[in-house]
C-alpha cells in the first residue's frame, strides 16, 4: 500500500493542476507562470540534493577516499541521458516557436504535452529509486524519505499540470481536452518509477549509481528548461524567490518527515 502511495502521489498532483483548466479562465498570468515554475524548480533542486545526492554518498562509505564515485558517476549519466533525450524525443516548449529534438510532424500541443511529460521521466525514476532502496531493507533509505520525496513532487507536478492545461485551452482546444492532455503528461511518472523499482530490485549493489543518476536528470530539466523559463522577460525576481520557496518547502519537507 505505501508503494502505491508513492507512485500514485505525483501523478495525483499533475491531475489537479490540469484540472485548474476546468475551473479558472484560458489563460494564466505570467507572474503567476513565473512563480509556479519557479517554486517547481526549487521543489526539485532540493529533492536532488537531500533525497537523492545524499543518500547515494551516504551508502558509499565503505569506498573511504571514492565513495564520492557512485554520486559524481551517476550524476552525470542522468545528465547524459537526458541530453540524449532532449535532442532525440520531439518537443515545444512553451512560449518557444522552435520545436527541439528530431524532425517530426507533430502538432505543436502533442510536442508542448511531450515537453512536459519529458521533464516527468527523471521525477518517476527518483520516487522509485528511493521506494526500491526501502523495499530492500537499505538502511541509508526510509519510508518516509520515500514519501517525503513523492509529497514534494506531487506539490511541484501541480502547477507544472496547470502550465500544460491551461495554455492548451488558451489556444482554442476545449476545456476537456486540455484537462486529459495534461493528466497525459503525468502518465510516464508512476511508469517511470515501477521500472526503476523492478531494475533496482534486479540490480542492488547500483542503489547508490540509480540514486545520483535521477538527481542528475532533475539538475538537467532545472538547469536547461526550468531556470531560464522563470528568468526571461518581466517578472524574473518572482521566480527567483519562489524558487527560494519551493527550496525551502521541500528542504523543510525533508527534515521534519524524512
Known sequence: MEVLQGIALPFLGTALG?????LMKDHLNVLIQKALIGFAAGVMVAASIWSLLIPSIDQSQSLGFWSFVPAVGGFWLGILFLFLLDHTI????????????????LKNTTMMV??????NIPEGMAVGVL?????SGNDAVTLSGALTLSLGIAIQNFPEGAIVSMPLCASGMKKGKAFLLGVSSGIVEPLAAILTIIAAQLVEPLLPYLLS?????MFYVVVEELIPE???????NIGTLC????????LALDVALG
Open 18 to 22: 490540469s484540472a485548474c483548466v476546468l
Open 90 to 105: 520531439p518537443h515545444l516548449h512553451q512560449g518557444s516557436h522552435e520545436p527541439e529534438g528530431v524532425k517530426a510532424k
Open 114 to 119: 511531450l515537453a512536459v511529460t519529458l521533464h
Open 131 to 135: 521506494l526500491a532502496g526501502w523495499l
Open 213 to 217: 543518476f535521477a538527481a542528475g536528470s
Open 230 to 236: 522563470m528568468s526571461c522577460g518581466r517578472h524574473s
Open 243 to 250: 524558487f527560494a520557496f519551493g527550496f525551502t518547502v521541500m
